[in-house]
């Protein structure tokens, strides 16, 4: 970010450097969201490496450029390592295969009980070719892509981020490792030995996303101040913007409240909310926004709603835990709270289909996790999980810049609201089971003193956030020599995760 000025050197005196007065190169304070700072210590090739040591081999995942706490993969990226054969009887091993998993785990605390799964949804394995007579100090290399899709249950989707979140009683994580397996000959080995050796390494997976156009910083009036008449804000508004109406209700309050269709006819395409198209937002950047309030026939009520406006960005999780009989946690006497902590009771998971791709449901602890049938189709798999557990929570409120009276009874606003915090957002799906989304929600009260006879109006509408801008892939990937770049600001609600287990 340094601007040096140019210098001609024809003319330069280099007898006066000591009293010649140069500018200073001009410095910005922060830099923009198509700039990329680089930390030389992350990028040294002769940095640390992330190693991994058993008995009778060692995994080398290369270097540690990220400064993160496991290795970390970007979009587009592939997991590229080595195993080397160490210690004795080298001989004797038959084969080594490393295998890339993806899991969701749910934990859903109701009723007293509490339901845990873990849905592995994405699994490849490769088998690396050994040479005939393995020796102490062979270097195997591998390369696993990382997909940047996956298509569950119908629904295909973007590859999700690594992801940890809890909000009141559910618990979703999404967490992806690389497990090595070493088989060695049984029959030509003492009872001291095991035939397999095993090393699973945690790994993160934080994939860039981008709009798929570029923002639009400021949305134009509807119609053009030579035409006088002002029906409906769909009429043109601009390109690149899209209008919904929204809907009136009555309060709950309200005498109304038992029959909540009732008296509304005159209160629909009254009130319009215009954002960007196609609704997806750089996470931390400003989503402009433009309210208009149609109220011809009755100015005074365009401005009492006009003050009571509010623009609110909620992030919401959903996601279906396995079938089980909840667990009656004090109901039960022959059931007690610290069996639930007791490591005999606790089991591994372990998938049904080791070679499959298709997801499949298991509990952290019951003794009926086996008995899920082979889910062959979306319809079958989607049978092995519960009804569909939401939380919601909000992330910002809206801001309003203007408002003008376009004419009489017509109220025109404009605002903003931010998408989040810079780098941390990105919306993502699992088949029907997992989802993390992101809603505008817009709500123009009544004055209490009036709830009986105007409505409230209400919007909510989904929208797409990604962790980057538009466009900066290209000067990253020419910036690090071709080395896809983690969107490391989701890191930080990992963090948060380890925080918790450090309070507890």
């Given at each position: 970010?340094?601007?040096?000025?140019?210098?001609?050197?024809?003319?330069?005196d280099?007898?006066?450097?000591?009293?010649?007065?140069?500018?200073?190169?001009?410095?910005?304070?922060?830099?923009?969201?198509?700039?990329?700072?680089?930390?030389?210590?992350?990028?040294?090739?002769?940095?640390?490496t992330?190693?991994?040591?058993?008995?009778?081999?060692?995994?080398?995942?290369?270097?540690?450029?990220w400064?993160?706490?496991?290795?970390?993969?970007?979009?587009?990226?592939?997991?590229?390592?080595?195993?080397?054969?160490?210690?004795?009887?080298?001989?004797?091993?038959?084969?080594?295969?490393?295998?890339?998993?993806?899991?969701?785990?749910?934990?859903?605390?109701?009723?007293?009980?509490?339901?845990?799964?873990?849905?592995?949804?994405?699994?490849?394995?490769?088998?690396?070719?050994?040479?005939?007579?393995?020796?102490?100090?062979?270097e195997y290399?591998?390369?696993?892509?990382?997909?940047?899709?996956?298509?569950?249950?119908?629904?295909?989707a973007?590859?999700?981020?690594?992801?940890?979140?809890?909000?009141l009683?559910?618990?979703?994580?999404?967490?992806?490792?690389?497990?090595?397996?070493?088989?060695?000959?049984?029959?030509?080995m003492?009872?001291k030995?095991?035939?397999?050796?095993?090393?699973?390494?945690?790994?993160?997976?934080?994939?860039?996303?981008?709009?798929?156009?570029?923002?639009?910083?400021?949305?134009?009036?509807?119609?053009s101040d030579?035409?006088?008449h002002?029906?409906?804000?769909?009429?043109?508004?601009?390109?690149?913007?899209?209008?919904?109406?929204?809907?009136?209700?009555?309060?709950?309050?309200?005498?109304?409240s038992?029959?909540?269709l009732?008296?509304?006819?005159n209160?629909?395409?009254?009130?319009?909310?215009?954002?960007?198209?196609?609704q997806?937002?750089?996470?931390?950047?400003?989503?402009?926004?433009?309210?208009?309030?149609?109220?011809?026939?009755?100015?005074?009520?365009?401005?009492l709603?006009?003050?009571?406006?509010?623009?609110?960005?909620?992030?919401?999780?959903?996601?279906?835990?396995?079938?089980?009989h909840?667990?009656?946690?004090?109901?039960?006497?022959?059931?007690?709270?610290?069996?639930?902590?007791s490591?005999?009771?606790?089991?591994?998971?372990?998938?049904?289909?080791?070679?499959?791709?298709?997801?499949?449901p298991?509990?952290?602890?019951s003794?009926?996790a086996?008995?899920?049938?082979?889910?062959?189709?979306?319809?079958?798999?989607?049978?092995?999980?519960?009804p569909?557990?939401?939380?919601?929570?909000?992330?910002?409120?809206?801001?309003?810049?203007?408002?003008?009276?376009?004419?009489e009874g017509?109220?025109?606003?404009?605002?903003?609201?931010?998408a989040?915090e810079?780098?941390?957002?990105?919306?993502?799906?699992?088949?029907?089971?997992?989802?993390?989304?992101?809603?505008?929600?817009?709500?123009?009260?009544?004055?209490?003193?009036?709830?009986?006879?105007?409505?409230?109006?209400?919007?909510?509408?989904?929208?797409?956030?990604?962790?980057?801008?538009?466009?900066?892939?290209?000067?990253?990937?020419?910036?690090?020599?071709?080395?896809?770049?983690?969107?490391?600001?989701?890191?930080?609600?990992?963090?948060?995760?380890?925080?918790?287990?450090?309070?507890?």
């Amino acid at each position: 970010m340094l601007n040096f000025p140019l210098l001609d050197t024809d003319s330069f005196d280099f007898d006066t450097i000591g009293s010649t007065s140069i500018s200073t190169p001009a410095y910005s304070p922060v830099p923009s969201r198509t700039e990329i700072t680089l930390d030389a210590k992350h990028l040294d090739p002769h940095g640390p490496t992330w190693v991994y040591r058993t008995k009778h081999m060692t995994v080398d995942l290369g270097k540690r450029l990220w400064g993160t706490s496991s290795p970390a993969y970007g979009l587009h990226d592939k997991i590229e390592g080595s195993i080397k054969l160490t210690g004795h009887h080298a001989e004797l091993v038959e084969d080594i295969s490393v295998t890339l998993e993806g899991h969701l785990s749910t934990i859903v605390l109701a009723d007293g009980g509490v339901a845990r799964s873990n849905t592995l949804f994405m699994h490849h394995a490769v088998s690396l070719p050994l040479s005939s007579h393995p020796t102490e100090g062979d270097e195997y290399p591998f390369v696993i892509p990382i997909p940047s899709e996956i298509t569950l249950q119908g629904v295909t989707a973007l590859t999700p981020p690594s992801f940890y979140r809890l909000h009141l009683g559910v618990t979703g994580e999404i967490t992806y490792s690389l497990k090595v397996l070493m088989t060695r000959q049984a029959t030509r080995m003492t009872f001291k030995h095991e035939p397999t050796e095993s090393q699973i390494i945690p790994i993160l997976y934080f994939p860039k996303t981008r709009p798929s156009d570029p923002p639009l910083a400021d949305i134009p009036k509807p119609l053009s101040d030579r035409d006088p008449h002002f029906e409906s804000p769909n009429v043109n508004i601009a390109e690149h913007v899209d209008t919904f109406p929204l809907s009136p209700r009555w309060s709950s309050a309200s005498s109304h409240s038992k029959q909540p269709l009732t008296g509304l006819e005159n209160f629909q395409n009254s009130v319009f909310f215009s954002i960007p198209a196609p609704q997806s937002f750089a996470s931390g950047e400003p989503i402009p926004f433009f309210l208009s309030l149609v109220f011809p026939n009755s100015p005074a009520q365009a401005s009492l709603y006009a003050k009571t406006i509010t623009v609110t960005l909620m992030k919401q999780l959903t996601v279906r835990s396995a079938k089980s009989h909840l667990r009656k946690l004090f109901s039960r006497s022959k059931v007690s709270p610290s069996r639930f902590s007791s490591p005999k009771n606790s089991r591994t998971s372990t998938p049904l289909h080791s070679r499959s791709a298709s997801p499949v449901p298991f509990e952290d602890d019951s003794d009926d996790a086996g008995s899920h049938s082979d889910a062959s189709s979306s319809s079958s798999e989607l049978d092995a999980y519960g009804p569909p557990v939401v939380r919601r929570w909000k992330l910002t409120s809206g801001h309003l810049e203007t408002r003008s009276e376009y004419s009489e009874g017509v109220y025109l606003l404009r605002g903003w609201i931010s998408a989040g915090e810079l780098g941390r957002g990105c919306s993502w799906q699992v088949g029907q089971i997992g989802r993390l989304q992101y809603f505008l929600v817009v709500e123009i009260a009544s004055p209490a003193s009036m709830e009986d006879h105007i409505p409230a109006f209400h919007l909510e509408k989904e929208i797409e956030i990604t962790t980057d801008c538009w466009e900066t892939m290209n000067r990253e990937l020419q910036s690090t020599g071709g080395i896809p770049t983690p969107a490391l600001g989701l890191e930080r609600g990992l963090l948060e995760k380890e925080s918790e287990y450090e309070i507890m």
